[in-house]
């Protein structure tokens, strides 16, 4: 059934890993979009792109 593919899914490292990035990321967004209170989505969008630029400059060096 449906709870077996799910569970089937998380056992597999990379997919489950996956999973948690994308929940957390999404969950850090919500938390943002209350935090900050954009007035339109392009500007909200704007911005979590540049902090995933400077994310990625600082994981690079």
Do not use: C, V, W
């Amino acid at each position: 059934g449906i709870l077996y593919s799910i569970i089937s899914l998380l056992s597999n490292t990379y997919i489950g890993f996956f999973i948690a990035m994308l929940f957390i990321a999404f969950m850090d967004a919500t938390k943002r979009m209350f935090k900050f209170n954009f007035n339109t989505l392009p500007e909200y969008m704007s911005s979590l792109f540049n902090n995933e630029q400077q994310a990625t400059t600082a994981l690079n060096g």
